[in-house]
């Protein structure tokens, strides 16, 4: 188990898709008895010690409670996608480091997690990432990013026109964590899985 939450630490969670893939609100399916927003801002609180749920314009949803308690961010643009929601959560965050991961991310391990923030506290000021290796690519979710430098570096790839999330770790000094490394900590691999169809839930479900 990981330790008490971090006070250094906010949390940014990925709300505003429209589910296009799924064919429905997928953040508010259910799995053991919890939506698939429910898990992801669990699993963040036991790693931050402040909670952002990045939603789209005008998205009244009511939001998982959780300690700390989850505050709403709205989105500046509907369907900009997910660079445009990371930025509204960044300046919104109250901390220097931000775990970022997406609503649709029901198995997130805390303690992959905890590992990430560790990385990144003990790297060089000039690495401003921490991401995850696996299946040999690097994946863009759940990260751990420099707030500052973070923001500086999504505001400008936005200004150019980019929507990628994986811009951000080509123009960011990123550290990767490699596959052996963090699955002795999860072991199934399920803190990079996310639910884009009904599939996927099946998949987890079996994992």
């Known amino acids: 188990m990981t330790g008490p939450a971090q006070p250094a630490v906010s949390a940014i969670v990925l709300a505003g898709g429209r589910s296009r893939r799924f064919g429905s609100d997928k953040l508010q399916v259910e799995i053991d008895g919890r939506s698939l927003l429910a898990h992801a801002v669990q699993a963040v609180a036991q790693v931050a010690g402040e909670i952002l749920v990045v939603v789209g314009p005008g998205d009244e949803r009511a939001l998982p409670a959780a300690q700390p308690p989850v505050r ?68 863009p979710l759940p990260a751990v990013l420099r707030t500052g430098a973070a923001s500086d570096v999504v505001g400008r790839l936005l200004a150019d026109g980019e929507r990628n999330l994986q811009s951000l770790f080509v123009r960011l000094p990123t550290r990767a964590i490699e596959e052996g490394m963090w699955r002795a900590l999860d072991p199934t691999g399920s803190t990079v899985r996310d639910v884009d169809r009904p599939s996927d839930l099946a998949d987890l479900e079996r994992s």
Do not use: C, H, K
Not at 111 to 136: E, F, H, P, W
């Open 72 to 139: 709403r961010v709205f989105d500046s643009e509907p369907g900009g996608g997910p660079l445009v929601g990371l930025l509204a959560g960044l300046e919104a965050a109250a901390e220097p480091l931000v775990v970022v991961v997406g609503g649709d991310m029901p198995a997130l391990a805390p303690d992959v997690l905890a590992l990430m923030i560790r990385m990144l506290t003990t790297s060089d000021q000039a690495i401003g990432a921490v991401v995850l290796v696996a299946r040999g690519r690097t994946e």
